[in-house]
């Protein structure tokens, strides 16, 4: 079974409620997980995406904790809450 690579533009309408994508890409990611096809995304577009609703650097420092499923300390309220 082939899988399904999600572009950034996917996980922004997926991320965010407001986007105008998001309806489609909830159904079409819900469509394939249902029918077990592998969800993948690179990195870069994982950066990318991030990037739609951060600063570059907050961004990656959100996708290194989350990449290493670690802890994330942070001072920074905006970033903390993306955080959770």
Known sequence: ???LILD???LVGLLDSAE??????????ESADTRGIP???PA?????ALVALLR???????AT????????LT????????DR
């Open 1 to 3: 079974m082939a899988a």
């Open 8 to 10: 950034a533009s996917v």
């Open 20 to 29: 105008s994508h998001h309806a489609i890409a909830v159904d079409a990611v």
């Open 39 to 41: 969800l993948l995304t």
């Open 44 to 48: 870069s577009a994982y950066s990318e």
């Open 56 to 62: 570059l650097p907050d961004a990656i420092v959100l």
């Open 65 to 72: 904790a989350r990449e290493l499923r670690a802890d994330l």
């Open 75 to 82: 001072y920074d309220e905006r970033l903390a809450h993306r």
